[in-house]
């Protein structure tokens, strides 16, 4: 019997899935993590979840993981000292960047520090121009007296970023070689091979953050593999990357900037894969954990793509999932600002000392208003395990009360307002600011906190239906089971599209052509059968003259003239999707080609469930409960699902009022049952909030589909 294992890393708790191939059932656990060593509470996760299964990691033929090293390491300025070259006269574009500044109206706000300081910028002569011809050959003996003085600075890496090497990468490909033997135990990044695109700066700082976090994501991995390899794992281990595919951990080794939302990535697949076969194509994901919120768009099933982001004033271009993240979660602190007005985070209390409610900490957090609100249990917390102090939350509470004549109650209430408004714009930066209207989609909540919250944030937003899966609180680590092994290749080619010339048609063809047949050879390199293989051709296509593209899907087939004029409509209609206007006149042209190369991979199709407190807890009295198969019959909606009512609780949602709301355990709820609000359903990893007039029906998979009712939270 074989086994499947996915496991996220969080900054609070580290999440462990097992699924049996056997018998369909899935199994969740967590842990505390550790921060110092990821690893470790990965190997003490799924050693604890095997072993109270019986079960070997011999039997794992399968096993993927979703890790935060590498961003965190970006955000905390941790990674390893870092050289550059790059083409005489350039050394500084690192730091000019776009000759923007971060904040228009601030002339007080800096730059963030470039992660390789002047000294450690160096310039080599060569030049190649913009039609791909050398205009002045590489001077090799400079290069090899850069080299030396990196080695002589102690850098550890090395970038190498060249004018115009995504034409002609020759020149980047020479001076690596000449690092390997001038300075064989340098982590090397060349942009050609990192990011083969136009716009030198995007390419420069791409590359210099992949030489950054190389090496500490280099050894984590290895340490990791070589350590699953001697406990007994005989599988090959994949890691998630940016785009939601998975890659095995040597080919991740090497390109480290595309780990950059590993973690988030694949909980976005997943639910996407969930709520499509529930017959909800079109969602927004909102994934709240401790910290943050992580905001996504996924239409008819497939999560929106982007080509790159900024983290923390840099940016980074590679092939990615549109996630955009606020400072948002359940330990975002309130505090007062100087103009007397309540504000909500970024600002968290993390997971020491964490909110008031757990013991430790004195400042009100998102978790301690919900506590004072009714909507989080007074006295325990994952499924009774973890013991809370709800007269610390509501003294924390009061800290921010008092200053604004509230009443601790109204006071919590603005909390979770001020937070919810803070999210509601994060969604409006993935939806409205990109054509497309909130109130279209589906909303579905996930991590641990979101779905406490995604009644009040549909409401915001306008929204008439959530859909909570199953175990949202490892939405993550199942998605992990739930994706496909997965990677991109892209070039810059500019060139017109325009049906009437067939020289247009073949020039695209040949950009294709070359990327397509990378794709083939790492299609062999990863022994993926032919029946599995998929391509995905996109384009970046503009008006001439414009700066910024659009990214038009380009249909599988010979590219022809007919072809070619199915890319002018589609980009007329994402054009003024964006920009609200279509220019007849102008010619269009195509910039950068993209072939995403994926191999399907088996997906999880859960029979049962169950979940298991973090370790250190005392355990549940039953760790995996029974629940319906995926096939069951379709939901009649009729039951009131009394089986699963265990009391009730006071839920005060404003005006003075508190109203009883009926309190339900999630693992008794069946397919049929129905929950009308105000209500609470708890289960171990998550609470979900009905509000006055929602309406709940669990579906055949198991999902809660929420009706929101007109009723508001005042």
């Known amino acids: 019997m074989s086994l499947r294992i996915g496991v996220d890393t969080g900054g609070t708790f580290t999440d462990v899935c097992v699924f049996d191939d056997a018998t369909g059932s899935l199994h969740v656990r967590k842990v505390s993590s550790t921060p110092a060593d990821p690893g470790q509470a990965i190997l003490t996760g799924v050693g604890e979840l095997l072993g109270r299964l019986g079960r070997d990691i011999g039997e794992v033929d399968y096993f993927a993981h979703g890790t935060t090293v590498g961003t965190n390491a970006l955000l905390t300025g941790r990674g390893v000292p870092t050289g550059l070259i790059t083409t005489r006269g350039f050394r500084d574009l690192l730091e000019l960047g776009r000759g923007r500044r971060p904040d228009m109206y601030d002339p007080q706000a800096d730059k963030p520090e470039p992660f390789v300081p002047r000294e450690s910028r160096l310039e080599v002569t060569e030049r190649v121009r913009h039609t791909g011809a050398v205009e002045i050959p590489l001077d090799e003996s400079e290069v090899r007296a850069a080299v030396a003085t990196l080695r002589d600075q102690g850098v550890k890496a090395i970038a190498v970023c060249l004018l115009y090497s995504y034409l002609v990468p020759d020149h980047e490909r020479r001076i690596g070689q000449i690092i390997a033997e001038e300075f064989p135990d340098c982590y090397v990044s060349l942009s050609s091979d990192v990011l083969p695109e136009f716009r030198e700066y995007e390419r420069l700082s791409t590359v210099v953050t992949n030489a950054y976090v190389g090496p500490v994501v280099h050894d984590y991995l290895v340490r990791l593999r070589t350590t699953l390899a001697s406990a007994g794992l005989a599988a090959t281990p994949h890691v998630t990357q940016s785009n939601g595919g998975v890659i095995p951990f040597t080919t991740a080794e090497d390109l480290p900037v595309r780990l950059v939302l590993s973690g988030p990535s694949t909980g976005v697949v997943g639910a996407a894969q969930i709520c499509l076969a529930a017959g909800h194509p079109d969602i927004i994901t909102f994934d709240m954990g401790g910290t943050s919120s992580d905001i996504s768009l996924v239409q008819n099933g497939e999560p929106k793509l982007t080509a790159g982001m900024e983290l923390d004033g840099r940016p980074i271009r590679s092939p990615m999932l549109d996630i955009h993240t606020v400072g948002a979660g359940g330990g975002s602190l309130a505090w007062i600002d100087s103009g007397g007005h309540l504000r909500v985070g970024p600002q968290s209390a993390g997971a020491d000392p964490g909110p008031a409610c757990y013991g430790k900490g004195l400042e009100p957090s998102v978790t301690d208003a919900n506590v004072v609100l009714g909507a989080l249990d007074p006295e325990y917390l994952l499924g009774g395990q973890m013991k ?97 092994v997965r990677t991109d290749f892209m070039r810059t080619v500019i060139t017109p599209v325009d049906p009437s010339d067939p020289a247009s048609a073949s020039r695209i063809a040949a950009a294709f052509a070359g990327l397509e047949s990378q794709a083939e050879d790492w299609f062999d390199s990863q022994q993926v059968p032919g029946a599995g293989r998929t391509l995905v051709r996109r384009a970046e296509l503009r008006y001439r003259g414009q700066n910024f593209e659009l990214p038009v899907e380009v249909p599988a087939g ?16 994402a054009h003024e999707r964006v920009y609200g206007y279509v220019d007849e006149e102008s010619p269009i042209e195509a910039v950068t080609f993209r072939v995403q190369a994926s191999g399907a991979a088996p997906k999880v199709e859960v029979a049962s469930a169950g979940a298991e407190a973090p370790a250190g807890a005392a355990e549940p009295a039953d760790a995996a409960t029974s629940a319906a198969p995926v096939n069951a019959a379709k939901p009649a909606g ?47 990893d998550t609470t979900t909030v009905l509000l006055p007039g929602d309406t709940c029906t669990v579906d055949a998979r198991r999902n809660l589909v929420i009706s929101i009712g007109d009723e508001s939270d005042d």
């Open 388 to 484: 809370i102090d709800a007269g610390a939350a509501a003294a924390a509470v009061d800290r921010v009360a008092g200053p604004l004549g509230l009443s601790t109650a109204e006071a919590a209430l603005g909390i979770l307002r001020v937070v919810t408004a803070n999210m509601a714009r994060a969604i409006r930066v993935v939806s409205v600011r990109r054509g497309y209207d909130p109130r279209d989609y589906a909303l579905v909540p996930f991590g641990g906190a979101g779905p406490l919250h995604a009644s009040r944030l549909a409401r915001e937003l306008g929204m008439r239906t959530i859909v909570v899966p199953e175990v949202p609180g490892a939405q993550s680590a199942m998605g992990l089971l739930m994706t496909d």
């Open 558 to 573: 010979r590219i022809s003239a007919e072809l070619l004029g199915e890319l002018v409509v589609a980009f007329g209609a």
């Open 638 to 684: 009729t039951s009131a699902a009394e089986g699963a009512r265990t009391g009730s609780r006071r839920l005060y949602t404003g005006g003075g009022v508190y109203r009883e709301a009926g309190l339900y355990d999630r693992s008794r709820l069946r397919p049929g049952d129905v929950v009308t609000g105000p209500a609470i359903i708890d289960q171990m």
